[in-house]
């Protein structure tokens, strides 16, 4: 991988791939998608927040108009779930229902509208639970159950570790902060509705065309609720209208409708409407947090004690990783030499969360964020120097054992810094405004798989044709991030090739290498690892033939330009598909592989494999206010960010990431929330979302963007290719903690809390002109029992990165019983 | 996704065609005067059709006539007034109403006939079928209670309309005709403050024009309230409408509130608060502190009802600020952001 060659396209910005078909509307998004004889599907949804289903009689919705096909829970009995810990869903469910638009029959029709008509014909007699609502009702042990396995009552998942010794770290500070804060769930919001489509292919097998992040994990689901040989399904993930986490679970709608087409032997299409969507959901945790940080006098950290509780809804998702991320990555942007982490996550009555950009990260991080700009207000130090002094070191290991490889913090800092003109505007602004600093960082992809083997997490194969043309297999799915134009572009570089000579096959699981999907910002590096292997496998096997063409044994060839040559004698050459011929006429058919498995981590304890990464991005951002103090209403004119992206392999596609994650941040900073409608309880059980549509549920437009100044740092990470580490998720981290202290810098109030509405700024005003301190957020953190912590010894203390007392703990509960996974594959 | 439910559809040829299709069946017909709500409402099926009648093809419903009284015909895309340089002149505040409602795509389809009439909105109402089944439906649609307030008797859905408040402060009025006849009324009288039955107008008429009065030495703005200033409905909005004596003394004041209940409010105490005064700190401030009483807001929209009824204050005296020339002490969340830019 020796970046000696100038390159081509890699650093370029380069058109993408998809452009054309995009903006000329010829990309084909799942909803698109039409077959022959193919009917339509409705999914049923509870309209119950909670209960038991007495009995379901479909008899008249299956004589309904237009009708061919009726699905209830007992068609499809096997549960499913993204994590093997917790596979605690159905395709429709069989005996409860856990929240408002949890299904319970599926009806497929000649058309959608006779679907949906067929649906008010389903007769379902209910036996209705407790509804739980929020942290009050899930603490409450009176209350019902709504799972029956977790850790206890209706806590999913409690996780306790210890990392050092943090009273000792608190006895060293001059200062000791300890706040209470909240961060309020939010959805993706993709503009695409999820849409599937399953065609039965005549032999009992069926191909599944959905909008999927994951069809390795949808084809897995697949296999197991269907009960048929995994060979026999075929996943294929169309480009994806927009993801960002909310597509990366395997979902109902997806299984139910392989198994009507299979029932059927016709192709089966449902499409879901947004209501449905903020359904699906997966959104950010809500989650409230207790953060106790003792500071020096110069502001460095001496130790810090986090306690996180988290709103999971009503399944399980990726939970048990969201609960272990809102504690993992505390480390790695400042030096933490002793840190707590308390973790817990609750069960309610609502659509499940699970990984929103960020997963489990922004919540702490913004609890972490806002908390150094009190610490540097309280010792009277600029925020920003004061981050700058006590960044986590390059290539060091954290206490909690996350080994940092490149650390790029600094000159992002630096540069927003400099961007701003912090320092010579921030003692001179106009009433009203003000500058907020936070940084971040984020994983550039899980070090481990979400099935524990020790196979690759992503592959790619190349085949080489006479022509020139080389066709790229991954398993990689494109959700406009732009993973297509890597791919593409990772291959053309190696083989000296323009990206017209490259033809991808994607996200097809009969046809291509399995790479994981599109989650925890892994592609660019995984799957860019693992297509630049295979390139160089290939650039070997035709140098090979080239030089022996050319009579030039041990000659430097050269691939460039769609010639491969000799560097002495550039004359001396010949095209590519010259030399791909060569290399037929000598080894025939030519095809290579390369595939990707990350280094293995440090940390030896139980929950170490969260929080690893091959390499960690860093940013930093500033944002300007303008608040105003007759209202509350706070406008944000600028924002500068500071990115570490290792290596940029297209500058705008990075750019484009970037400001996507700005305009995201604005949005959970300011207005976006998974808020609930909780009926009077004298008067009814509903629990309905407060506004699952896109002009109520507020999000920003372009209208409503700032204006953007983006950096792109590059400090090249050696597990990278090329250098490059992730940029579609850790940009969006800092924006909201920075609007906090950008409010504190205008007006001298704090905000504890998100989305920070007007009426928040207002009241801490208020409070603030009456002589209180000026805040908003929770007033306290429930008494919760995190049960006794894994004691780690960090490596300064010499720890060899395994727990003192895990065999006083052993396994504790939060997943699923033996007995419930011995129905689960084996894991791969 | 959400389809439409069926309905039959005739494009009316004039106004007296209209009357004739709406007189046939006047409780299952509906107009169809750009469809922006109308259609959205009709696939959550919380508004009803059987029959929808198109008056696109109307020509003497369209345009903007007149000199000193300046009329607007009900079918004039919002769009197109927002683009009329007679009107920028002459009702900068009427333009910049028009000009806050909705997106621009919606106001080249959307007309002023519609934002009139349109349905009052409710955060329980303004949802699909499945999710007002699950609250058991409101009085509004298919149910008894109004979840805004349990034990009250009415509907408290909110008139969203950002034209009705400023109309209605500088006295415009406009015409109905049906096959029975054709009357004017002041645009105050279109409205009924009352969620269910909003419009004060009969079943079997058409709203065909409004008519402006002449700009005197009127002074007239429209203050909007809401999260984004891009797209969304108002949850509060001020129009207000002075005249002023030779020493600056006010002698005419007329201030409507909109969003606050199901009908354009009047603000009479903030009204009577001007009414002979100069406009100082001290009066703009006594006006918008006596409106904070009017205001009905609840928890049916955006944002906390407390902060709404705190903020009609705060807009009312905004708006009588900038009639008055002082210096802004609120600024209106629409402010323009200025362009996005990017530096790589």
Known sequence: MADTNKRKLIGTSFRRVDAVGKVSGRTQFADDLSFPRMVFMKLLRSPLPHAQIVSIDTSAAERAPGVVGVLTGSDVPVPFGILPVSHDEHALCPDKVRFVGDPVAAVAALTEEQAQAALALVRVEWKQLDTIADYDDALDASKDLIHTYGDDHNFHKKVSLRFGDPEAGFKQADLVLEDTMFFDGNTHLPLEQHATIAVPEGDGRVAVWSSTQTPHYLHKALTKVLGLPAPWIRVIALTNGGGFGGKSDPFNHEIAAAKMALNLGRPVKITLTREEVFQCHRGRHPTLMSIRTGFRKDGSMTAQHLKTLLDGGAYGSYGVASTYYTGALQTVTYNLPHYQFDGARVWTNKPPCGPKRGHGTPQPRFALEVQLDKAAHALGLDPAAMRLKQLQPKDSITANWLRVGSMGLGPCIEAVMRGSKWLERRNAMPPGRGLGIACSSYLSGAGLPINWNHMPHSGVQLKLDRSGGVAVFCGQTEIGQGSDSILAACVAEILGISLQEIRLCVADTDLTPVDLGSYSSRVTLMMGNAAVQAAERAREILARAAAEELKLPGANIVFADGRVFDAADPARGMSFAAAVQAAESRYGTIGTTGSYTPPRAPGRYRGAGVGPSPAYSYSACIVEVDVDPATGIVRVPDVWIAHDVGRALNPTLVAGQVEGSIYMGIGEALMEESAFRRLPEKLSSALVHKFPNMLEYKSPTFLDMPRVHTSIIEEPDANGPFGAKEVGQGPLLPVMPAVSNAIFHALGVRMDQVPIHPWMVFKALEEKRRGGVGRYGPKAFPAVDYGASLDVPTPAEGGDGKARNADDIGVRGGTMSETQRQSQEKPC | ?344
């Open chain 2, 1 to 344: 996704m959400l389809r439409l439910p069926e309905f039959s559809f005739v494009a009316a040829r004039d106004i007296g065609e209209a009357c004739a299709l709406l007189a046939e069946a006047p409780k299952s017909t509906r107009l169809l005067a750009g469809g922006t709500d109308l259609l959205p409402n009709m696939k959550r099926r919380h508004q009803h059709a059987q029959r929808l009648v198109g008056l696109r093809a109307v020509a003497n419903m369209r345009g903007i006539h007149g000199d000193s009284e300046m009329r607007v015909g009900a079918m004039t895309t919002l769009s197109t007034i927002t683009r009329d340089a007679k009107l920028q002149r002459h009702w900068p505040g009427f333009v910049r109403a028009v000009q806050s409602i909705s997106s621009p795509v919606l106001r080249t389809t959307g007309t002023i006939g519609g934002n009139l009439c349109l349905d009052t909105r409710c955060n329980y109402y303004n949802q699909s079928e499945e999710w007002r089944q699950a609250i058991g439906g409101c009085m509004k649609e298919a149910g008894d209670i109004c979840w805004v307030a349990p034990s009250s008797p009415r509907c408290w859905a909110i008139s969203a309309s950002d034209s009705a408040p400023l109309l209605c402060a500088i006295g415009a009025r406009v015409r109905l005709v049906s096959v029975r006849g054709e009357r004017v009324i002041p645009v105050e009288q279109l409205f009924v403050d009352d969620g269910i039955v909003w419009l004060g107008k009969s079943d079997d008429e058409v709203l065909t024009e409004v008519l402006l009065p002449p700009v005197e030495n009127t002074k007239a703005t429209y203050w909007k309230l809401r999260r984004r200033g891009s797209i969304d409905f108002p949850v509060l909005g001020v129009g207000a409408a002075l005249r002023m004596g030779a020493h600056g003394e006010v002698t005419h004041a007329r201030i409507f509130l909109g969003a606050v209940s199901s009908a354009p409010l009047r603000a009479p105490e903030s009204e009577a608060a001007l009414l002979g005064q100069q406009l100082t700190e001290a009066t703009v401030k006594a006006a918008g502190e006596a409106a904070r009483g009017v205001a009905h807001a609840l928890d049916n929209t955006d944002f906390t009802m407390l902060w709404r009824r705190q903020m009609t204050a705060v807009w009312v005296e905004g708006a009588l600020r900038e009639l008055g020339g002082l210096p802004p002490r609120a600024q209106m969340p629409e402010t323009p952001l200025g362009a996005p830019a990017m530096s790589v």
